[in-house]
């Protein structure tokens, strides 16, 4: 059987709604449904079969996977793909129609990013400038083997038992006095500990929101919020980009629709970067205490600064108890901690404890024991000042190699810390169609459509300086220089990164 002439006669069309996986596994699943591909046909490896159809790699992990998960093919590790053998329909069957189970749940067309990015494998040639990642050469292994071994702290067997919803309490205390330092004043029962801030935000939006309520975010705003808020039912009234915040649409929307909520990320928002001002932070908690606006305040990037640091919080700022504050080691340190805090009124606090119950019962205690030796004994100093110095190179080398590679395509401000360039391209261009064509020369990034409500058109792309060093950042750029100046970016195909998670 000439297994490449059958194949080949499966077409893509770029100008299809389908994404290119998913019609070639459609394809490809109708040549084994009807027996052109008999059981047991080993299917051609992944880059023999993106050369012959002209695609990514990353394009037919996607399809191969598509049809693993259909049980029409099966992988056989160190061996390849091959045609499974279809079920026997006039045998019974024991399987669970399970979709038909399963309560009704909210899709948007970009639901799968945030768990697809960080999920999916890539080419091993992808730089991948999209999952908000710290550089794992830069978690400090070496604090928390030293926060482990300090004995220092005479834990006792308990620690490692059930604890409390809220959290470790020698960590909350810790915690506190850490942020006191920017300004925050807290006591224990005002802190939860969750398991990542996004935990926070979904505990959040389950204790306040309602289907139908209204809610408050900028435009655009962090991918997760955006999902949170719209999974809940909630109707979102957006402040459009500007330098500053439009005072007098965020007071008709509370004089008009008496919002729950607004959620915001004031300090090098995600993705922009930017940085509400001290004037305007103080206007916003002047104006949320006329109405008694419960303002969501989410903070992972204040501590990586690059100049000067930031102004204060509106946490620290809040003259009326209305202002709920999440923070997170995620970004500081490394992901993998699953380590956010939320600090609100206790009332809240005892709320938001109730709902996590449904879920964890409790985060990590290990994951918090070391947090609260590394704030105890000050470690977090001496890594943030050497991450801060390194991201700023990092973000510098970005910056260089935009304006040597892509200076006639690429309009942006440079943030003043965080992890993002907010991008505009010119001649605008959609985000998703530059995606499908970086991902022909093995790069990705993260559509600005994904960080806007309904469905709004971006030829914005946020690129992330921080998870690759200098050299893999420039090439990076040179790499998605080529989707602007070479005619061959025509042929570019998409890329897996279409249906992955963004963070």
């Not at 600064?305 to 340190?333: A, E, R």
């Amino acid at each position: 059987m000439d297994i490449s002439k059958i194949i080949s006669g499966i077409r893509v069309n770029q100008a299809d709604s389908a994404p290119m996986y998913l019609q070639i596994a459609n394809g490809l699943a109708a040549k084994i449904q009807n027996s052109t591909l008999s059981v047991g046909t080993k299917l051609p490896p992944e880059r023999e079969l993106a050369k012959l159809l002209e695609v990514s790699r990353t394009t037919i992990i996607s399809a191969y996977r598509l049809l693993e998960e259909q049980a029409l093919v099966t992988t056989r590790v160190g061996s390849g793909t091959y045609v499974a053998e279809l079920a026997n329909t006039d045998r019974p069957t024991a399987n669970i129609l399970w979709e038909q189970l399963f309560a009704p749940q909210y899709k948007s067309p970009l639901s799968s990013l945030l768990r697809t990015l960080v999920a999916t494998p890539t080419a091993d040639e992808t730089i991948s400038l999209a999952a908000g990642m710290p550089d794992p050469t830069f978690y400090p292994l070496a604090i928390i083997q030293k926060a482990l071994l300090s004995g220092k702290y005479n834990f006792e067997s308990s620690d490692l038992g059930y604890i409390a919803t809220e959290g470790y309490l020698p960590l909350k205390h810790s915690l506190a006095a850490w942020q006191s330092h920017q300004g925050i004043q807290a006591t224990p029962d005002q802190i939860l500990i969750a398991s990542g801030s996004q935990q926070g935000l979904y505990l959040i939006v389950k204790t306040f929101v309602e289907p139908r309520d209204y809610v408050i975010v900028e435009s655009p705003t962090y991918l997760g919020a955006i999902q949170a808020f719209e999974a809940s039912g909630a109707r979102i009234l957006t402040l459009p980009p500007s330098d500053g915040i439009n005072f007098e649409l965020l007071e008709d929307y509370l004089i008009r629709y008496r919002p729950k909520l607004m959620y915001t990320i004031p300090t090098f928002q995600n993705p922009t970067g930017r940085v509400m001002s001290l004037q305007d932070r103080q206007e916003l908690i002047r104006l949320a205490a006329r109405y008694r606006l419960v303002i969501v305040e989410d903070d992972p990037y204040s501590q990586l600064y690059y100049g000067q640091q930031p102004p204060p919080s509106l946490k620290s700022l809040d003259t009326y108890g209305g202002v709920i504050y999440m923070g997170t080691f995620s970004k500081i340190l490394f992901p993998g901690l699953r380590t956010g805090w939320v600090i609100a009124a206790p009332q809240v606090i005892n709320r938001l404890a109730q709902e996590k119950q449904h879920i964890d019962l409790h985060s990590n205690n290990l994951s918090q024991i070391i947090l609260h030796v590394c704030l105890e004994e000050g470690y977090l100093a001496s890594h943030l000042a050497t991450v801060r110095v390194e991201y700023k190179k990092r973000r510098d080398a970005m910056v260089s190699a935009i304006r040597r590679y892509c200076s006639d395509y690429m309009n942006f401000s440079i943030p003043e810390g965080g992890f993002y360039l907010w991008c505009t391209v010119t001649p605008p261009a959609s985000g998703t169609e530059l995606i499908r064509r970086a991902a022909a020369v093995g790069v990705s990034f993260v559509p600005g459509e994904a960080f806007y409500t309904n469905g709004t058109k971006s030829n914005e792309i946020r690129l992330c300086f921080c998870t690759h060093n200098a050299d893999l950042l420039k090439e990076g750029i040179r790499r998605l220089g080529r989707i602007f100046t070479s005619g061959a970016a025509d042929a570019a195909q998409p890329s897996s990164t279409a249906g992955r998670p963004i963070i």
